[in-house]
Each structure stands twice: as C-alpha cells, then as structure tokens.
Nanobody, 123 residues
Framework: QVQLVESGGGLVQVGASLRLSCAAS??????MGWFRQAPGKAREFIAS????????LYQDSVKGRFTISSDNAKNSVYLQMNSLKPEDTAIYYC??????WGFGPSATDFGFWGPGTQVTVSS
C-alpha cells in the first residue's frame, strides 16, 4: 500500500504563486502526478512525471505556469504554480503509480491517491 500526503494549498489572490508538495511512502513509485477537481466538474489531469521514462507531462492550460518536480530521495513530488487564476480554484490531488510505464494523462494510470488539498484563487 502507498500512502500519499499533500500539503501547500491555501487561499491566494490572482497572480500569486503556490507550491504543493506530496510525499509518498510505503513502496517504490514509478510515477507521480497531480490532478484537480473544481466544484461541479470532473477531475482533470494537471501534470505528471515518470522516474522510469524520465519524462514529464502537462495539461496545455498550465504549461508555462505550473512546473512539476521531484525529490527522488524523499519519494516526493512538487507542483510549483505561478500566475494563478480564479479558474485554478479546485481541490488538488496527488497520485502515484507503482511499477509500469503509464504516467497520465488518464487517471487510471495511477493506483494511489492522496486526500487532496484545497487551492482557492481569489479575484
């Protein structure tokens, strides 16, 4: 079993930055990613990285504003979010995969999920 713990969410104003963190424990992880879900909307893919494939993947709407990074020694992944917009308001979820090559954008590529952290961007 893999446990994921997210942190770093909060309430910020338009144009501000936030850095989300997610630490995984329990097993060897091959890929991690971030998804978000806004009220009344489906969960959507944001970004991911694969240690196995040595690649990153981003949703088009966040390219240039969000950056995913990792600390392999800590089995952790981070999401640096800059120039935040009201439409970025959502619950952000960390996801992890054990083994295999998939790393998104499908949520089914990930078998483990964190409880989520709220990000609210106020105008």
């Amino acid at each position: 079993q893999v446990q994921l713990v997210e942190s770093g969410g909060g309430l910020v104003q338009v144009g501000a930055s936030l850095r989300l963190s997610c630490a995984a424990s329990g097993r060897t992880i091959s890929a991690m990613g971030w998804f978000r879900q806004a009220p009344g909307k489906a969960r959507e893919f944001i970004a991911s990285l694969s240690w196995r494939a040595r690649q990153t993947l981003y949703q088009d709407s966040v390219k240039g504003r969000f950056t995913i990074s990792s600390d392999n020694a800590k089995n952790s992944v981070y999401l640096q979010m800059n120039s935040l917009k009201p439409e970025d308001t959502a619950i952000y979820y960390c996801a992890a995969r054990e083994g295999g090559w998939g790393f998104g954008p499908s949520a089914t590529d990930f078998g483990f999920w964190g409880p989520g952290t709220q990000v609210t961007v106020s105008s």
